[in-house]
């Protein structure tokens, strides 16, 4: 970098061109220089005098230096002198007095010039006098004025800024202190109070530098710290914290430079268009993913440990602001702890590096005093301390195995303390199996958290399953929960679930053998550890049959009932299942999956309690929903035989399948509406498993089911299920649950709409043709391959395929369309989307209504892989 040629150019060779191409230059040298190595530090400082030199060039092109009484002055992160590729340049404009007219088309040009150079410019031109009223009023303001730095012009100017920004009525620290704390607050509650994220912003997320930037701030405001040493000067940043806060900003620098060198428009987000890219950058290898999780779980790591910092130096600065340095007077607990008002305290220095099983008798003390929120500073920094020297694992030493297991039994611990515990790194510090998984994430659209976060998350909804409050939103785990005998193997199991990512292999399988050995060490029963590591080696079990299974057969719920074996293991595993999926993604649990799990969950109990020797008998069940329908017709004015003669004409499948209130609902329809020869579309009115039910009679045709589907696609539909039945005379008696984009059930204005436009493309006969349409953006990143299987089952009648996709748009059309062109008939389809992948279950037989053959499978498992990949992005 030559910031002389900078300061020497001439009047003549400052052009818009000229300039463009200098820092296009500079910006590709830096960007070489990052890639080669160089450190991160210095490039942020060089760009910064670098945009000095450029500034105070073009302020003397322009003559500015001859005023007398002004200032260019950097102001925010320009203030700082930290300058990424594509940071904002913040400046500020300063006079004693206003302007003269004449200079005010200067000022103009001057910033042009910059927007022109494509500088991302913030600019404001402000008197002495008006800096000092907006930034009284505005908190922003006053932030960027307090680390502001002048660039050039006058000395005097900017000093005198300084003296009414340093006046004791201009922000006192205590409300600045107040006033940033509930900014913070407010910053992460846009990001649900969590840092790990899918796309994370390396500025803004909770633990990113935002929370740096905010120690600096009341710092600087409060004891005139101008940076980060200074703060150990006065006692509240230990030299030990000082590096780590430098260690962790230096490596989300290397984050956000990596970043930015790769985008065109300035962006904090990591988002997953760059991700691969930034690790790339950044020097980590590994195969397929690898990078990218290695990277981020060193990111993840990043902003725990300044989280932790943030909050314990923040409790330090309300002490020294609020409370004038004053101690809350202690209440005593025990010969270890004491309270000091919210927060819990060790009453002698050393504590846990003379006894480390006593940092678990600290969470004890929480468990049982609700109103203790947290850890005081000095404790914390004893903990940080010890947690870092400790030569074994918390859960090597006996009595500390007490001690945990005296935890998971106590009723509250749910309530707050392994929130804590996580937080703080106990977890960490007792279980070797959770060091592994801390900011451990997987590069895909299910797993919105780390592991690490997904369980404390699992474990907090579990604990919401004791209140009634959230009885209509988890109606079956409010009822079961309080009847557990034992909870805390539930909540062990819950620790143990997904322990085993990130190592390779079948991470229900290590966990499992892991939770066994850890149940064993802790003393528990054989029974008691044989049930928590069948559920976690299980966790996933009554999920995929709920969604991936034909649950309605009774044949499944038979074999399902079997591998839960009684009604204790079917009672823990549905709370497990529930905390887990509400725990993935806050999107993820709705009215769908309630209705399913729900279904699958009474329907094994009722045949665990008949007895898995006595298994359901689908003639009774035929018989029960016949009868129990044609009484309600009956009462409702139907002529018995007329409703027999109806029924006569459907195959035993249909009455199986379907519920005698949806028996009701179509023989009503088409009794009442169908006229001879033409299409019957209902939908109804009320919520069917959290979507709306379409349900389609007319004469059978070719490619139904695809036109059908087509549309719903073409209309941005959801489809959850399908079923799809013949009667003895050809007429289709065809079901689809399917809600709107925001899984929404469809609002009762849509419905004639929708039965119009079905109606008219199955009477148009023809295939409707695939809407095209453009891949969503969290799609296009990621890469699924087309994998379809052919799943056994006990009879004969039918051919199940499973299918494992890229959940693009058209998807089920497309299959749809695939099987029309084969003659291949499709009687029943489960819809389940993971994240970015689609894993949907058909029903289907051959043209002559057999199971499918080997070399049908075949061309079709063919033709299918061809299809979608016509769909996937390029």
Known sequence: MDLLSIQQLSDNEISIAGLKQRLADFSEQQKQQFLAGYSVIDLVAERSLYMDALLARLWQHYHFDSIEGISLVAVGGYGRQELHPLSDIDILILSKRPLKKEWIPKVSEFVTLLWDLRLEVGHSVRTLKECYSVAKEDLTVATN??????????????????????????WPSEVFYKAKLEEQKERHARYHDTGYNLEPDIKSSPGGLRDIHTLSWVARCHFGATCLIEMSQHGFLTDAEYRELQECQNFLWQIRFALHIELKRYDNRLSFAYQAKVAENLGFTGERNQPVERMMKEFYRTLRRITELNKMLLKLFDQAIINKGKLTPAEILDDDFQRRGHLIEARKPALFQARPETILDMFIHITNDASITGVSPPTLRQLRTARRRLNKFLHDIPVAREKFLQLVRHPNVLSNAFRLMHQHGVLAAYLPQWSQIVGQMQFDLFHVYTVDEHTIRLLKHIHSFSFAKNHERNPICCEVLPRIQKPELLIIAAIFHDIGKGRGGDH????????????????????EAKLVAWLVKNHLMMSVTAQKRDIQDPEVIT???????????????????????????????????????????????????????????????????????????????FDKKEVDLLWQRFKADYFLRHTHQQLVWHTEGILQKHQQGETLILASPTTTRGGTEVFVYTKDQPVLFASIVAE?????????????????????????????????????DCHERL?????????????????????????????????????????????MMELVALDTPGLLASVGATFAEFGIHLHAAKITTIGERAEDLFIITSPEYLPLNDDLKQQLCNKLEINLTKLAPN
């Open 145 to 170: 004025l307090l680390e502001s730095r002048l660039i050039c012009g006058s000395q005097d100017c900017y000093a005198q800024l300084n003296q009414l920004l340093n006046k004791k009525d201009f």
């Open 508 to 527: 229900s399988e290590i966990g499992e053998g892991e939770a066994l050995q850890f149940c064993t060490e802790l003393g528990l029963s054989k029974a």
């Open 559 to 637: 074999e399902f009932a079997k591998k839960v074996r009684n009604e204790e293991y079917l009672e823990f595993l549905v709370c497990l299942t529930v905390a887990d999926i509400c725990a993935t993604n806050p999107e993820f649990w709705n009215s769908w999956k309630r209705s399913l799990l729900s279904e699958l969950f009474y329907s094994t109990q009722r045949a665990l309690r008949r007895g898995l020797e006595h298994p359901a008998d689908a003639r009774e069940r035929i018989r029960h929903n016949q009868q129990q329908a044609s009484l309600i017709l009956q009462a409702r004015g």
């Open 712 to 748: 719903l696609d073409r209309r941005n539909y959801n489809i959850h299920d399908a079923q799809v039945m013949v009667s003895r005379d050809g007429y289709v008696l065809d079901t689809f649950i399917i809600s709107d984009q925001n899984n929404k059930p469809l609002g009762i």
């Open 755 to 799: 039965a119009n436009q079905l109606r008219l493309i199955i009477n148009d006969g023809r295939l409707t043709k695939i809407k095209t349409r453009r891949t969503p953006r969290n799609l296009v990143h990621f890469k699924v391959k087309t994998i379809t299987e052919f799943v056994e089952t006990k009879n004969n009648k039918h051919t």
